[in-house]
Every structure is written in structure tokens, then in C-alpha cells.
């Protein structure tokens, strides 16, 4: 899959949304801004299971208690990932 680098401006609002959004799902912007693009063109996008969020407020709750159990994203991603 070719990728391309695009830069977008952003109001104040939309930004701080994103930011948001990153922040709760431990994701990268890039992901965040495509997703609500495919969202908007209508394709399909990744709705995380009831187990997957179960797992991510666990473990945002954890962190809130313990900052030193701050996982790497890449590997929470795999674990994630090998579920389905």
C-alpha cells in the first residue's frame, strides 16, 4: 500500500478532538484523522470489541493508580490484535 504524508490545519476545536481521541484509544493522530475520513467516504472501519474496551478502560484505570505500568503501544496493539 503506497502512504502518503499529507499536512492539514486544523481549528482549535477539531484539533483538541483529536487529541482526545488519540489520548482514549492510545492511538496516532494519522489513524484518528483516518479513520474519520473513511467514516465519512463510508467505508468500513475498525469498532473495537466489548472485550478490547473492557481491556483499554482496565488499563487507563491502572495507569491513573500506577503511571509506572505505562505499557508500549505497539505491544498492547499486538496483544489486541491477537484476540480477534
Avoid: C, N
Amino acid at each position: 500500500m503506497v502512504v502518503r504524508k499529507v499536512a492539514v490545519t486544523l481549528p482549535e476545536d477539531l484539533y483538541q478532538l483529536v487529541e482526545r481521541a488519540r489520548a482514549v484509544e492510545h492511538r496516532s493522530r494519522s489513524e484518528v484523522i483516518q479513520e474519520a475520513l473513511r467514516t465519512h467516504f463510508g467505508e468500513a472501519i475498525y469498532v473495537p470489541s466489548d472485550e478490547e474496551r473492557r481491556e483499554l478502560v482496565a488499563a487507563l484505570d491502572q495507569l491513573q493508580d500506577e503511571p509506572s505500568s505505562l505499557q508500549d503501544w505497539s505491544e498492547v496493539r499486538r496483544r489486541l490484535r491477537s484476540h480477534r
